[in-house]
């Protein structure tokens, strides 16, 4: 029976609560249009147009050891550079000499998708004390009959060395070079043994000694040191253009370094402002007040059935893959069709052609590798990746009830150029989960274990893009299996979802965009004979389809407005009910002011101070109440859900790369149907109106659960949120956010708290880097308590709220070749109580240690 599933979650409850330390009942409380389906933007660093000599300071005072300063430059979109910033500490006149060189730089300009946009680059120059002045010459030197040539390789990345200095000291007269955009260099020098000396920005010195022979060439391969290694390093840029209205971007470290997420990038959302959750460590947000079937999980685009491992284990797409997460909390433009709720968008990017990576992650709960190998010859670059989850290894400490295993897979094939390529990506995943075997008797102390739920898909997404002046199409076919199986229940899923896009840039001031989609699905369903709730819910099922068109335009009538109208028009329909649906959205932004930041050009869009509004009409055809692969469609007999989204607020940048955003929201659900509702209707004790009753109705029967699923409500969400973040390159990262929120349905005629409704939430996120190439982050997450059902009344009290402390501890080191990464993960590191239903209270801790290797 369907009921099955329910109880192996319930059991993963359980199952926490007896690894838990009881808790004493007295315990206090990107560019605008279609989103690309196959690669982010492209970025190209500045390059400088000249020498980037920095003079040796007259009167300078004597010194031995080579002299290093590291500053922050700041280059506009001109490539002239606005500003430095010292990072090494003072070292006058060294410090004073590279500033003044450095303000007469020129380069040419970064470029974020082709566009010029302002960047924050380190420049690091070295001083070697020049050596005692040479005799007068009486020839031109040494004739230079050897050579010294090779490349140049970052230790621990195998990257290159770009920009690097290489001086060759033979005696008392010194030979210099440049190495090129590759890390390759050739300098002639003469015979004789020789000190070598390679200084690059970013990098520690490299000191060499070597003998060189004349008429010979000797090749070399240098591994230079870098000042600090980060593998989650992000660009930041100083010209993002503001597009959106409601979505939050993470990428580098603040996807793959916060605390408490196992470096997961998909729970990073669970940080952030809007979302609350079912269960502290259960993946099922509640996003903006609405129903966790309501929120999408998509990578680039398309949808995941099944974006999380059971219980608190990872997603099921590799993070090196994610190259940024994209959440919509409300005002998703019109390419997301389909739900009603928030979107969640994992974004890849195509792999350069000269790209190779290993990377390893072993920890205590999994083990999982990733392999990027550009094939020349084919004109290809393979990604492949897998992981396999052995946490059944630490529930068997505990418990031998349960036992839990997983798996997932990537392989990725990039093919073309970045105008006109193809992609072939194939994932999948499946879950185990086991418990005590039907034929196991009772009170065995050590019985049988068999699984009594099985979650599986697979997909194949085959990707075309062609790039022809301002015009950019992408097709896409993604085919796939979906199933779940239980012990009396078996479902699986066919699907082939085909989609043909079109982005049409006139000019800087209106982008075009426009496609058709369609899904098409097969259900095979296998329910025992009976009154099983699994075979009523889904009744003759067999079948299901969808199709949609969609236009929108990006709209800069001025440099000060920014208008994204669309509409997109949905056709869903089963082997017994057809449904259609216009969805018709709207943004817009408006340019309030500019303020005068010493860190951000007057001109970039990082100076501005925006306000922005969206409203916009959502459907969804009914979902089941959790995500699970196969048993998500339920029949349109049961009707649309629909919600009317409203949005306005406010982005002021501040000094230091801060930004606060405030957005207040009103979202109308009209209906919504297949909530997640888990409280009873009314108690039948006399319990005290302030306490949590002991006693509840729980005989509740078949056909009345089944009534409450299907029954359509009226609901209604609104609050207010509000985000400071810091974005930077160097420093610390992170932010704060609050959330003050009300999420309710129409009952009896009134309305009343939904059995998620969260008035308080409050995250603290913080990443520091630290010297020796350690890091550490911490995060603090508080959630006001839930509503619950007293003698008074439906959802008339609440349960206590919980406070949760996780911290997280790296260390890179470099080993030969290898990139090597120790981390701690401590999730709930203070042991504090969390209330899961009324009166029941659990303490957990959850930690982690692992280390991350990358060749």
Not at 75 to 104: L, N, S
Not at 310 to 324: C, K, M, Q, T
Request: aromatic share 10%; no cysteine; glycine share 10%.
């Amino acid at each position: 029976m369907i009921a099955r599933a329910f109880l192996s979650f319930a059991l993963a409850i359980s199952l926490i609560a007896s690894l838990a330390v009881p808790a004493r009942a007295d315990d206090p409380p990107p560019d605008a249009g279609v989103p690309p389906a196959d690669a982010g933007p492209s970025f190209e660093p500045p390059h400088a147009q000249g020498a980037t000599d920095v003079p040796y300071p007259t009167g300078a005072p004597a010194h031995d050891a080579p002299i290093v300063v590291t500053v922050k430059l700041l280059v506009d979109a001109t490539g002239v550079v606005q500003k430095i910033d010292p990072i090494t500490p003072p070292q006058p006149p060294f410090d004073e000499a590279v500033a003044v060189a450095a303000r007469q730089f020129r380069f040419d300009p970064a470029r974020y998708g082709g566009n010029p946009v302002p960047v924050e680059i380190t420049f690091t120059h070295t001083f070697i004390a020049p050596p005692p002045p040479p005799p007068p010459p009486t020839d031109n030197g040494p004739a230079k009959t050897a050579v010294l040539k090779g490349k140049l390789v970052q230790l621990g990345t195998r990257g290159p060395v770009p920009g690097a200095t290489i001086t060759v000291i033979i005696g008392d007269r010194r030979y210099e070079g440049d190495a090129d955009a590759h890390g390759k260099f050739e300098l002639p020098v003469p015979p004789g043994a020789a000190k070598i000396v390679v200084t690059a920005p970013g990098h520690n010195v490299f000191l060499q000694q070597e003998t060189l022979v004349a008429a010979q060439a000797l090749s070399v391969t240098y591994y230079v040191e870098r000042d600090r290694y980060d593998p989650y390093e992000i660009v930041v840029l100083g010209d993002q253009r503001r597009e959106e209205v409601s979505r939050i971007t993470l990428r580098g470290p603040e996807i793959k370094q916060i605390p408490g997420t196992f470096g997961d990038p998909f729970r990073v959302v669970q940080a952030l402002p809007g979302v609350a959750a079912a269960v502290s460590l259960l993946p099922f947000p509640i996003v903006r007040g609405a129903s966790p079937s309501s929120t999408g999980f998509l990578l680039d685009g398309t949808r995941v059935p099944l974006l999380y491992h059971l219980l608190s284990g990872p997603s099921v797409i590799h993070p090196n893959f994610i190259d940024e997460i994209q959440f919509y909390p409300g005002g998703a433009p019109v390419p997301y069709g389909g739900y009603t709720g928030g979107i969640i968008d994992g974004r890849t990017v195509r792999a350069r052609k000269d790209e190779h990576l290993l990377d390893f992650d072993a920890n205590l709960l999994q083990a999982g590798g990733f392999v990027r190998q550009p094939i020349p010859k084919l004109g290809v670059t393979v990604t492949a990746a897998g992981r396999y989850g052995y946490p059944g290894l630490i529930l068997g400490l505990a418990t031998n009830q349960v036992s839990l295993s997983y798996w997932d897979y990537q392989l990725r094939v990039d093919g073309g150029t970045a105008n006109d390529g193809w992609t072939v990506f194939g994932f999948g995943a499946s879950d185990t989960l086991e418990t005590p075997a039907a034929t196991a008797m009772p009170g065995d102390p050590n019985p049988p274990l068999e699984p009594s739920l099985i979650l599986g898909f697979h997909r194949v997404d085959l990707r075309y893009h062609r790039t022809v002046g301002g015009l950019v199409t992408t097709a896409r076919l993604v085919l796939g299996r979906d199933r779940t199986k239980t012990r009396a229940n078996d479902f699986s899923v066919l699907i082939a979802e085909p989609s043909l896009m079109l982005r049409w840039k006139r000019d800087k001031s209106l982008v075009l965009s426009g496609g058709i989609e369609g899904s098409l699905r097969s259900i095979n369903q296998y329910s025992p004979p009976g009154n099983d709730p699994a075979a009523i819910l889904t009744g003759s099922l067999d079948r299901f389809t969808n199709a949609a068109a969609l236009v929108e335009a990006l709209w800069r009538p001025t440099a000060k407005w920014l208008i994204r109208p669309g509409v997109r028009a949905d056709v869903w329909a089963d082997n017994e009910t057809t449904k259609p649906a216009i969805d018709p959205r709207l943004t817009v932004r408006y340019q309030l002011g500019r303020r005068d930041l010493a860190d951000v050009p007057k001109d970039s869009d990082d100076s501005a101070v925006w306000l922005k509004g969206a409203v916009g009409i959502y459907h969804q055809p009914p979902r089941f109440v959790l995500p699970l692969p196969g048993l998500d469609i339920m029949p349109l007999k049961y009707g649309l859900l629909r919600s009317y989204q409203s949005s306005l607020g406010v982005e002021l940048p501040l000094e230091e790369r801060f930004q606060l955003t405030a957005e207040g929201f009103y979202n109308r659900m009209d209906p919504t149907i297949f909530d997640l509702s888990v409280n009873d209707a009314s108690v039948v004790n006399q319990a005290s109106p302030t306490l949590f009753p002991t006693t509840t109705v729980t005989g509740m029967d078949q056909q009345m659960f089944i009534d409450r699923l299907t029954k359509p409500q009226l609901g209604r969400s609104y609050g207010l949120e509000f985000l400071l973040r810091r974005q930077a390159k160097s420093g610390i990262f992170g932010w704060v956010s609050y959330t003050l929120s009300r999420s309710e349905r129409l009952r009896d005629g009134s309305y009343v708290p939904y059995d998620f409704d969260r008035t308080h939430l409050i995250n603290v996120v913080a990443g520091l880097p630290l010297r020796r190439n350690w890091d550490v982050g911490v995060r603090m997450q508080y959630q006001s308590g839930k509503p619950s059902t007293t003698t008074e009344g439906y959802n008339t009290a609440r349960t206590a709220g919980y406070v949760r402390f996780d911290v997280r501890v790296d260390k890179r080191v470099v080993w030969k070749k290898w990139l090597l990464d120790f981390y701690v993960d401590v999730t709930n590191i203070a042991l504090l109580p969390e209330e899961v239903t009324a009166g029941q209270k659990i303490r957990y801790v959850l930690p982690t240690l692992g280390v991350r290797g990358r060749f």
